[in-house]
């Protein structure tokens, strides 16, 4: 039988992940499995927590968005331990492209079962990123974001890029990997694990967490009211077919502008450019349903 360490964000989804979790803790005590839990304090908390369980030989449970994800990723990353998701957080992203269960039962019945899969995860800045690195638009606009944790998230992850659209100008970008390089005035770039994020969005519908690749999106420069009806199009996927987006892979890539501008990681901020992106194939170990 599988041992778990929980890890909960007090925070996540204002307030949520705690009352996401109470069911979901009865029902695994009630099948017998054993589990710790503990809230995080801070990022560099939730990393080296994970660590320490993972070095345990526990499976460490994120409770709480895919910020919370991430860390948990970081600090279970490179110890032979698995991980699993239980989503509590705003955007949870990384669930949906899961297909996680929604209810504590069915939750709790993964868990219980503890099967995994192999997943890729980038290594960034020295972070760990489970599900996307983005720069442009959207990293200014997940700045705006975070600034507004008071509002519900779909209402803040729907207005704020439109915010951000109103006083934006597109940078010159520099993409360069050992098969290919592109320069150009670009609203945004996104280098994809995942492919899911802002609450919902289908960004990057060819990526695959198993791929051993990036999915690299870049949307060319082109007026605001294209932009906006980009972003509407982003929730099935269909803006892939815009003459301004194109999608290449690669394992490694290197972005530059020609002005700063903040690059993003699930939801936070990561670092300045330029970056450099790499994909480590089948790096962790993942519970699945």
């Given at each position: ?12 989804g ?17 099948q ?9 304090r801070?990022?560099?908390h939730?990393?080296e927590?994970?660590a320490?369980?993972a ?17 948990v ?11 699993a998701v ?24 993964m ?17 760990v990123?489970?599900?996307n690195?983005?720069?442009?638009i ?21 207005l ?6 109103l006083?934006?100008?597109?940078p ?13 005035r ?5 280098v ?12 990057v519908?060819?990526?695959?967490l198993?791929?051993g690749?990036?999915d ?74």
């Amino acid at each position: 039988m599988p041992s778990y360490t929980a890890l909960i964000n007090p925070i996540s989804g204002g307030g949520r992940a705690p009352r996401v979790w109470e069911p979901i803790a009865r029902a695994l005590a009630a099948q017998g499995v054993p589990v710790a839990t503990e809230l995080t304090r801070s990022q560099q908390h939730a990393v080296e927590t994970a660590a320490a369980a993972a070095r345990r030989g526990d499976i460490v449970i994120a409770v709480g968005g895919d910020g919370l994800t991430r860390d948990v990723a970081a600090g279970v990353y490179g110890t032979g331990a698995a991980m699993a998701v239980v989503p509590g957080g705003r955007g949870n992203d990384l669930a949906r492209k899961l297909r996680l269960p929604h209810d504590p039962a069915g939750l709790a019945a993964m868990l219980a079962r503890a099967v995994t899969r192999k997943v890729d995860v980038i290594e960034a800045a020295g972070h760990v990123v489970l599900g996307n690195v983005y720069v442009g638009i959207d990293s200014v606009a997940t700045e705006a974001i975070n600034n507004a944790r008071w509002l519900p998230g779909l209402v803040a992850y729907r207005l704020a890029p439109i915010g951000a659209i109103l006083r934006w100008t597109a940078p010159e970008f520099t993409l360069t990997t050992a098969e290919w390089s592109k320069q150009g005035r670009m609203h945004m770039v996104v280098v994809a694990n995942s492919g899911r994020y802002g609450h919902g969005l289908d960004i990057v519908p060819s990526a695959d967490l198993g791929s051993g690749v990036l999915d690299v999106l870049t949307v060319a420069d082109a007026p605001r009211g294209k932009v906006v009806r980009f972003i509407s199009k982003a929730k099935t996927g269909a803006h892939v077919a815009a003459e301004e987006v194109a999608i290449a892979r690669t394992t490694e890539i290197t972005l530059d502008a020609d002005r700063p501008v903040p690059v993003h990681a699930d939801g936070d901020y990561l670092c300045e450019l330029p970056v450099t992106i790499t994909v480590k194939p089948a790096a962790l170990d993942l519970v699945v349903p």
